[in-house]
């Protein structure tokens, strides 16, 4: 693995599914791109979760030992044309930390578990990218993966609508036909099920004038290809022949009798429970025709990886501004500290002997922007109220790791704090979120008056001892005379530091 290199015109996309990790890696060519090599290895992640959601070791082992095969195509590929994403096993396993853990060992590259309507988005701007259909159209697509089934509306490159529900082929394989039997009952208990996960947004569903509807992924794609084993030369999904199909499916007794050519061995244990869960949602849509689509999550994350940089920074920016709207954030002020956390940063920067990257810096300014959000709750406890509205918000371009290290940055932004209540994250290292904090902290301290004049050039910030941790504030002499609440402040967060090692902060006027 190496970390740059600009010549390089290969990239991979890893969807690290709750049946199956699929690898698909690409050739950039000018403005498109063309596949080169595919790889599937089903892991049945999902099959592993007990009933307390943790993941088994077997499943864990069968997970690195694929990344591990992964890893050998993957030799020499710098780790920005790599992007891999986890869903609902990773998404909702509470021991994800030993599997990412291990997976560490054998795979060089950072694993992204993304939240469910971040699935969703992701699957739609896939879909969408690579049909061949009018922009302004309003499209739906659907998804029934191994552990949940995403769904979204939108017109253009914009979601209008992203939902994922808790139910899959896998997790509905081991709950309504734990013995791979068929029957009507199991069937219809399934079906219900699924309609019950998307009760509350049908009637939304039902009221947009949808002009195409699009389904995606393996049940979805056995559909189709049954479909046309069974002579339906379009392979389009209408109620007739979803029905009809089926009624042929009741009719075998197991699930490994079901004797469609295009059906796989693998796909087999998983087939009868996605299908009840697609005629579930189906019906409960009042869809009239659906087509299938080759494109999906991994043809998502290639679109946003391949195309255009720009694209996640411009979706996370407007994802920014979308919650300032929502809590009627004070933009001003909120600037503010972002410009003086950004000032902060450089002098630090420059002086330590840590390298943060972008994507984290970017983290710093994101928290900066957001961290009064839950001022509308209650300035009483607000780092509170603010990190619980980040971390439970719907928050596009960001994958759920980087939620919640938004979430945790603004939780310990003010009052006391203790180092080891930071939670383990993967993707970053804690050595490099400590700085951030501190950071911000001071960024947000200095503020304090909600002057809009304030000039961060008052303020210079150095390191000392080469130790990253340690930061001295010189404060100009003539502002430090006019702002003698700001001075008490300080010497506050300064004892606040000295129950935190290795952070110490050191106040000097000059």
């Known amino acids: 693995m190496t970390s740059e290199n600009n010549n390089f015109n290969e990239y991979a996309v890893i969807d690290l599914g709750s049946n199956s990790f699929y690898m698909l890696v690409v050739k950039k060519v000018n403005d498109s791109y063309n596949v080169i090599y595919k790889n599937k290895q089903n892991t049945h992640l999902a099959t592993g979760l007990d009933d307390e959601y943790q993941l088994s070791d ?42 990412l853990m291990a997976a560490a060992k054998v795979f060089p590259y950072p694993i992204e578990v993304v939240s469910g309507q971040e699935e969703a988005r992701l699957i739609y701007i896939g879909a969408i990218n690579n049909e061949s259909v009018a922009k302004s159209d309003l499209k739906l697509i659907i998804d029934v993966g191994g552990g949940s089934t995403e769904i979204a509306i939108g017109i253009n490159s914009t979601p209008i609508l992203v939902e994922s529900r808790p139910m899959g082929c896998v997790t509905y394989a081991k709950q309504f036909f734990p013995e791979q039997k068929i029957d009507r009952q199991s069937f219809d208990r399934a079906k219900l099920a699924a309609e019950q996960q998307v009760e509350k947004i049908i009637k939304s569903v039902k009221s947009k004038n949808i002009a195409i509807a699009f389904g995606s992924s393996g049940t979805i794609k056995s559909i189709y290809n049954i479909l046309l084993d069974i002579g339906v030369t379009d392979g389009i999904i209408t109620p007739k022949r979803l029905d009809d199909l089926v009624s042929y499916v009741l009719e075998f007794k197991r699930f490994s009798d079901i004797d469609y050519p295009s059906l796989s061995k693998a796909r087999k244990h998983v087939f009868v429970s996605g299908l009840a869960i697609f005629y579930g949602v189906f019906k409960a849509f009042d869809l009239q025709k659906l087509h299938y689509t080759q494109s999906a999550l991994r043809e998502g994350i290639l679109h946003e990886m391949v195309g255009d940089n720009k694209i996640n920074q411009d979706i996370c920016q407007q994802t920014i501004h979308n919650l300032f709207k929502q809590y009627n954030v004070d933009e001003t002020h909120a600037n503010q500290v972002a410009i003086t956390a950004k000032h902060f940063f450089k002098q630090w920067q420059r002086a330590s002997p840590v390298v943060i990257d972008k994507t984290l810096e970017s983290m710093l300014y994101w928290s900066a922007l957001l961290h009064e959000i839950g001022l509308s709750i209650n300035f009483s406890g607000i780092q509170k109220h603010s990190a619980y509205i980040i971390r439970h918000s719907n928050m596009p371009g960001f994958n759920e790791e980087q939620q919640f290290l938004l979430s945790t940055l603004v939780r310990y ?37 909600r002057s809009n004049t304030l000039n961060p050039d008052v303020f210079k910030l ?23 609440l700001i001075l008490l402040d300080l010497e506050q967060e300064q004892q606040y530091w000295q129950q935190n090692k290795p952070c110490q902060l050191g106040i000097k006027i000059g």
Request: avoid cysteine; aromatic fraction near 10%.
């Open 58 to 99: 077997s499943s864990i082992r069968r997970g690195v030992a694929s990344l591990t095969l992964f890893a050998e195509r993957l030799n020499g590929f710098p780790v920005n044309h790599v992007k891999v994403v986890g869903t609902y096993a990773l998404r909702v396993a509470k021991n994800r930390h030993k599997f």
């Open 462 to 484: 150095a390191v000392l001892d080469n130790d990253p941790h340690k930061i001295e504030l010189i404060i100009d002499k003539e502002f430090a005379k006019h702002n003698r």
């Open 413 to 449: 932004h003010r009052r006391g704090f203790k180092l080891d209540t930071i939670p383990y994250f993967s993707l970053f290292d804690n050595k490099q979120i400590y700085p951030l904090l501190q950071i911000l902290r001071l960024a947000i301290l200095v503020n304090n008056q």
